[in-house]
């Protein structure tokens, strides 16, 4: 079945230490994007790419960098993860932006 | 600006009760899209339905069913026949139909609505 998948499900780092989520997709959907869910909240999205197009949301913290290197990946880099980044990432894909997003499973991050 | 309000932060309702799970929005465009996703306890938002602002039709889907009222500015849920895996966060989301490409596809969502269903 086409999907959206992300690996790894839970991620423990330490305070500062850099961390790597995936993201991969076999929709061949040309946007992906990466949110960030806290407890009891919302996703809030940091940023997505139209196929290498980027866009970073206006408060997305420098902390937190993307890489696309072709349509079926993206990475999300949390350069220096500090206690408050603790959260699930959920990455999503669409068609296009007049379309659905379809959401992996998410990565729950954890920092010590 | 585009905002979505989800007033009910918590419902509750016993197996087989009908429930309707309210969202309002608001918005200047006058195109633009409305969602709902689901998102049980394992944390993946599963998508529901889309909806075109053009598009008034009231929509069914086995249990589910969506009515949309520009009047209202209301694309309320409703559940029939609840079920215990009918529990989950429910998200109701907005997004721009045109616009600029920083804004195009973002999704504007309410808070959330917790649904549980007691057997």
């Known amino acids: 079945d086409a999907m959206v998948i992300q690996n790894p499900r839970y991620q423990v780092t330490q305070f500062g230490k850099p961390v790597t989520l995936s993201c991969s997709q076999t929709?061949?959907?040309?946007?992906m994007y990466w949110y960030q869910q806290k407890s009891s909240q919302a996703p809030k999205l940091l940023f997505h790419y139209y196929d290498k197009d980027f866009n970073n949301e206006a408060d997305t913290p420098d902390n937190f960098q993307s890489r696309r290197p072709n349509t079926s990946f993206c990475f999300l880099d949390i350069r220096s993860p500090g206690l408050g980044d603790a959260a699930m990432y959920l990455c999503?894909?669409?068609?296009?932006?007049?379309?659905?997003?379809?959401f992996g499973p998410g990565t729950r991050l954890t920092v010590t | 600006a585009q905002k979505v309000t989800q007033a009910q932060t918590e419902i509750s309702v016993v197996e087989k009760e009908d429930v309707t799970l309210d969202c309002v929005y608001e918005?200047?465009?006058?195109?633009?899209?409305l969602f709902w996703y689901k998102q049980p306890p394992s944390g993946e938002l599963v998508f529901l339905i889309r909806r075109n602002s053009f598009d008034e039709q009231n929509e069914i889907s086995g249990r589910y069913s969506w009515n949309f009222q520009k009047s209202t500015s209301s694309f309320n849920f409703t559940i029939t026949a609840s079920q215990v895996v009918d529990s989950a966060v429910y998200f109701c989301?907005?997004?721009?139909?045109?616009?600029?490409?920083?804004?195009?596809?973002?999704?504007?969502f309410g808070r959330g609505t917790q649904l549980t269903v007691w057997p």
């Open positions: 929709l061949n959907h040309n946007v």
């Open positions: 918005t200047r465009d006058t195109t633009y899209y």
């Open positions: 989301a907005l997004s721009e139909a045109q616009g600029r490409v920083t804004t195009l596809g973002r999704l504007y």
């Open positions: 999503a894909t669409s068609e296009g932006f007049r379309y659905e997003q379809y």
